[in-house]
């Protein structure tokens, strides 16, 4: 009984202890919560202010007004947790507030005022200024953080002079990052080339090298935007600077062997060699390699051709062996339906020349491919010698009772891709509404896609390719059978 009695006045401490922790605990969650609540009131105005401000970017166009609510803001942060006067820190939360609405109204000012500066600005940000020219960045951050002040300051003439300077500033950061971006692997390969001294043993491949690249840079130059070309120009550089290092390094470890030019020769007849003899033939090099070449060539193509013939002929077995598995009632109506879409198709083709348009099937769905529908360039408008042509596509709908339609802008690779985005979008949004005010057809079946310069169907690389990428294709989608 003894032993019970002391044990249990050893609890007692033991007890109030975690009891004392407890309360702790729970009297500092207490206060934290409470002084979330007292912050969450005292900085409500402030805070509003604040976010208005920042939805604005007043921090670019009006640094000096929001610095210094900032300035305020954070000194009421500080004197709050450490329970300074409540009235000092109203007043710097008032003073924080009046700064960050002062420069929100300057900022719509200033947004007009620079706004020139402001679209170079993002240009530039597109182009990944940041990862590809970031002293150049930061040097036209802080001439336009300057500018800003100048306006601030009330001196619209000076702020003028300086978003000017701001402005060159980050168009030539924005070429800078352009240029390094496309061009940088391939003026690192000749750096490399230079340095290996491969002038001394492949000149030719060298220059060629050189003057790739420095064509892509004028390209480059001349329309940043339009990367296309400049950057095919720049692989291929970057290809030609490395197949120089390569021919380098064989011809000096061709004169360390002192190697004749029989064993050039005959090294180079090796690898045509061990291709004639995997196509069962036999290569002869005694008019040299061309002849032997294009005997491989011939024997390729011919086995591509039988390859594309096989692959048709399994297809068509394919066809007959599911027709053969169906009933013969679903063959007979798979029949009837296949003869009334072709009566279709042809009645939709011989509306339409072969300059204004092809038909095509695509599964069970009907293309219109409108060759014949031109915009002017850089627009979207539908003029008045196309009325003609579109009618002839709502009289395809009539072939297809309660059918979906899907109108697809595409365009060349000339010119940007956010620029190529947006005109094809535009375009098809075009003539989808010239077929909705033209046709009893309602808005929820007829949609209006833009797919920019992502399908081609044709090489970009020549006038009559990049012509018949710039299109639009009305694609019918059948309501059933």
């Known amino acids: 009984m003894n032993w019970l009695f002391s044990n249990r006045v050893g609890l007692f401490p033991m007890l109030a202890a975690v009891l004392f922790m407890l309360g702790s605990v729970v009297l500092v969650t207490s206060t934290s919560v409470a002084q ?67 420069a929100a109204e300057a900022t719509e000012v200033a947004a007009v005022f620079f706004a020139a500066v402001a679209a170079a600005r993002n240009d530039a940000l597109r182009a990944e200024v940041t990862n590809y020219a970031t002293e150049s960045w930061n040097k036209a951050e802080r001439k336009f953080e300057e500018a800003a002040r100048t306006l601030e300051g009330g001196d619209a003439k000076g702020a003028k002079s300086k978003g000017g300077e701001v402005e060159t500033m980050y168009r030539m950061a924005e070429l800078e990052a352009v240029k390094t971006h496309y061009i940088q692997g391939a003026w690192s390969s000749l750096q490399r080339a230079e340095d290996m001294d491969v002038q001394d043993h492949a000149p030719k491949t060298l220059e060629k090298a050189r003057h790739l690249v420095q064509k892509a840079e004028g390209l480059l130059t001349k329309n940043r935007y339009d990367t296309d070309q400049a950057r095919q120009l720049a692989q291929q550089a970057e290809y030609e600077a490395v197949h120089a290092i390569y021919l380098s390094e064989t011809i000096k470890r061709l004169k360390a062997n002192d190697n004749s030019f029989e064993d050039v020769l005959l090294a180079g007849e090796g690898p045509l060699h061990k291709i004639a003899a995997m196509l069962d ?33 399994r297809g068509e077995m394919e066809q007959r062996l599911l027709k053969l598995g169906s009933k013969e009632e679903e063959l007979r ?46 627009k979207s408008t539908i003029e008045p010698q196309y009325f003609s042509l579109l009618t002839k596509v709502q009289n395809a709908f009539a072939e297809f009772p309660d059918c979906r339609v899907i109108i697809e802008g595409h365009t060349d690779s000339q010119g940007s891709d956010v620029a190529n985005q947006r005109l094809a979008s535009e375009r098809a949004e075009a003539v989808k509404q010239y077929i909705l005010a033209n046709t009893n057809i309602s808005s929820g079946r007829i949609e209006a896609i833009g797919y920019g310069e992502s399908r081609p169907i044709a090489s970009n690389e020549t006038l009559e390719g990049r012509a018949k990428n710039r299109r639009i294709d009305v694609v019918i989608q059948p309501a059933g059978k």
């Open 281 to 313: 033939m036999t290569a002869q090099f005694h008019q040299g390699l061309d002849i032997p070449a294009q005997q491989i060539a011939e024997v390729i193509e011919k086995l591509q051709d039988e390859n594309i013939k096989c692959a048709q002929a």
């Open 333 to 378: 109506e798979e029949v009837q339906w296949q003869r009334i879409r072709r009566e279709k198709m042809d009645r939709i083709s011989a509306s339409f020349s072969r300059a204004e348009g092809n038909i095509l099937l695509d599964g069970e769905n009907v293309i219109i491919r409108l060759y014949g529908l031109s915009f002017p360039v850089g």
């Open 36 to 102: 979330q609540d007292i912050k969450k009131s005292l900085f409500k105005n402030a805070d509003e202010a604040l976010q208005l401000a920042q939805e604005k970017q007043a921090e670019l166009y009006a640094p000096k007004a929001f610095l210094e609510g900032m300035k305020r803001y954070k000194e009421a942060e500080v004197d709050l947790r450490k329970g300074k006067n409540l009235d000092d820190i109203r007043k710097k939360l008032k003073e924080a507030e009046v700064h960050f609405k002062k």
